[in-house]
């Protein structure tokens, strides 16, 4: 074949192709390649250094304009500044007419050219006399014919039936647009209750917020009304339906759908609730009242219906009304007494408690409120199989799931958590802190202390409470001691190891505080509470590294995230600061401490939108956690503030400096 055989390159072709290709083949292949690379590699040092030359020899003919005014550059460093002003500036080479473009000149149309374009498309329903009389044109010829030529009057050549009042349109267009601002004015004041700054975002908000397919939309509301239509006592089809119009846009539709859901599953809570979320609010009450009707014993209807009124008279007779229906519902009781001042709320927690005598919150909510001797009273008389105990100045009640324990000094502390706490679980951070003071006077607490972590070895509160208690002594070395055997019977506990290297730290002995972090890092390696600590105990030139070995070991620990953002905060990268901020709130919403230095760090650099968005979001969370956080929101000065009134109270106390 001789197109395999071309004339210079030889035959292209397999001679071989037809035969088997045994493991000799294979061996014989393998050996040729491999000396195939090595003469590759071989030549690839040539041609590589080849390369380089001709590359440099290039440069040296033709450099570039950096190479060739960076000693020029150089020099720049040695200009003073006098020198510097002295420069002339450069100077614009184009031409006059370069530099003075001449602008487009647009003159407005008159509205005499409107009103002839509109008479020329206009018709007439009647006709002049002088068209009547001679059918056409009356001016006669100057030969005497005073014949006018068929055809020549054709109506629309005469003047137009109207004329277009580009000035009566403009007034007709303000007063349409004064209508419509109108309709969004108060009709008592006069004045405006449209936001300027909001309007667009208001704007936004009706438009459709799906981005999905419309396909799906349509499958997915056929294939709902068919779930309707199969079985209508069905509760979820019914709010599925109402939301998928709702995020589509169409939300009359949504509530109309909702609407007969009610009349279908009268007796479903979560369509009630969902009927009352999309009305307007005057609506709502009125499907609230409905509802109540058909369910009166729906806790979640009745504190819905009370947080609809705007009012706090109107909501206490909402929930003194759904007490009379739910007399033994524990959270109806909790609202309600909330909304009362002390006096009112200690008569209210008197009738809670016998309506709820299993409420071990209810009984302890009313020993808040009474003076020592009432409070052992109360608690005595505590029903729910609540034991009574005085251990010094603290009342300890005990129940099937907690411990309570009441702290007296000048007022009343009621401190509650889980029955396995002491084994298993963290005691209340305010708990420690609160109690430190009056153990230093006395003495004993300490013998008591070592005597509960005999029974339970595993309470870290109180090896870390012991430790503290030795250090406020001056007796560093019992409060090492103590730490050191806490750790040998809790291995792997963050905790203790954080304990241990911020008493160093404090002590101002920072080289065992590093070493102590490293070995806590290598004993727990996942911890992000220690990881966030020790970014903040290097030093700031090796923090940054110290942060992206953190973010390998803990990618989605809050703890980690607030460090990296405070570091940001540092350096002043003030929009990576706040990115960050807002990574470790959304993270974890319920971590206090993320929200105060947010809001912080807004009250610093940010401006009022930014500051308000903020404590909105933190309302909305209602975080619960966090050790500073819990410091402040269960000191018994503040038991009756909400989310919006703590939040700046812990943000006063955070550190700015790092």
């Known amino acids: 074949n001789r197109s395999f055989h071309p004339q210079f390159s030889g035959y292209a072709g397999n001679l071989f192709s037809s035969g088997p290709y045994e493991k000799d083949d294979e061996e014989a292949d393998a050996v040729y390649e491999s000396v195939d690379r090595k003469m590759d590699e071989r030549r690839k040092q040539y041609r590589e250094r080849r390369e380089r030359e001709e590359l440099e020899k290039f440069r040296e003919e033709r450099p570039k304009i950096q190479q060739m005014f960076s000693d020029l550059k150089r020099k720049l460093g ?16 184009r031409n006059k007419k370069q530099r003075t473009p001449q602008l487009e000149k647009i003159t407005p149309v008159p509205d005499s050219l409107f009103a002839r374009g509109l008479a020329q498309g206009a018709t007439v329903n009647s006709l002049d006399s002088r068209q009547q009389q001679y059918g056409g044109i009356n001016t006669p010829f100057p030969s005497g014919l005073n014949t006018p030529f068929p055809g ?17 349109i403009g007034q007709a267009r ?12 108060d009709s008592v004041s006069g004045q405006t209750v449209v936001d300027p700054k909001g309007y667009l975002t208001d704007l936004h908000s009706m438009l459709p917020q799906y981005g999905g397919d419309v396909a799906d939309i349509k499958k997915a509301r056929l294939l709902l009304k068919s779930v309707r239509e199969t079985n209508p006592k069905h509760p979820p089809a019914w709010i599925a339906s109402a939301r998928l119009e709702e995020v589509t846009g169409k939300l009359q539709i949504a509530r109309n759908i909702i609407m007969k859901g009610t009349e279908m599953c009268p007796k479903s809570e979560d369509v009630w609730l969902e009927a009352a979320r999309l009305q307007p609010n005057d609506i709502s009450k009125a499907v609230c009242a409905s509802a109540i009707v058909q369910l009166p014993l729906s806790v979640k209807i009745w504190i819905r219906a009370a947080s609809l009124e705007t009012d706090d008279k109107a909501k206490k007779r909402v929930y003194r009304k759904a007490l009379e229906n739910v007399p033994n519902s524990v959270r109806l009781w909790k609202v309600a007494v909330e909304l009362e001042e002390a006096d009112d709320a200690r008569i209210m927690l008197s009738r809670s408690v016998e309506c709820c005598p299993h409420s071990t919150e209810l009984w302890l909510a009313l020993a808040k409120l009474e003076t020592y001797q009432n409070a052992r009273k109360v608690c005595s008389g505590g029903g729910g199989g609540i034991s009574f105990y005085t251990f010094g100045i603290f009342v300890i009640l005990m129940t099937t799931d907690h411990y309570l324990i009441i702290s007296v000094n000048s007022h009343i502390r009621v401190h509650v958590y889980p029955f396995q706490a002491l084994l298993l679980k963290k005691l209340p951070v305010f708990f420690l802190n609160e109690i430190n003071y009056l153990f230093k006077s006395q003495p004993q607490y300490l013998l008591s202390l070592s005597k509960g972590l005999s029974k339970c070895p595993r309470a870290i509160p109180l090896w870390r409470l012991l430790s503290s208690l030795e250090q406020k002594k001056g007796t560093l070395t019992k409060a090492r001691a103590v730490l050191e055997k806490a750790r040998l019977k809790n291995p792997n506990c963050p905790e203790l190891w954080l304990a241990s290297i911020r008493l160093e730290w404090n002590a101002d002995i920072k080289n065992i505080a590093k070493s102590l972090m490293a070995r806590a890092l290598q004993e727990c390696p996942s911890s992000g509470l220690l990881w966030a600590e020790a970014v903040f105990i290097e030093g700031r030139a090796q ?18 995230l607030l460090a990296i953002a405070r570091l940001f905060w540092s350096e002043r990268k003030l929009t990576k600061a706040r990115e960050w901020f807002l990574r470790t709130v959304k993270i974890d919403q319920d971590f206090g401490d993320a929200w105060a230095f947010f809001y912080r760090f807004e009250l610093a ?9 903020v404590l909105k979001r933190c309302i909305n969370a209602e975080p619960r956690h966090g050790q500073l956080w819990q410091t402040v929101s269960k000191d018994i000065k503040n038991w009756k503030l909400k989310t919006k009134e703590l939040l700046p109270i812990i943000s006063s106390k955070v550190p700015v400096a790092f």
């Open 78 to 93: 040695t200009i003073s500044e006098d020198e510097w002003s002295s420069i002339p500036a450069v100077g614009d080479a």
């Open 152 to 168: 020549t009057s054709t109506p629309g050549w005469t003047t137009p039936a109207g004329e277009l009042d580009m000035r009566k």
């Open 174 to 185: 303000n007063t349409l647009m004064g209508m419509r601002l109108s309709q969004v004015s």
């Open 543 to 560: 923090r940054k590294t110290k942060s992206v070995d953190a973010l390998k070991k803990c990618e989605h620990d809050p703890h980690v």
């Open 605 to 613: 650099h940010g401006n009022e939108d930014k500051q308000q968005e």
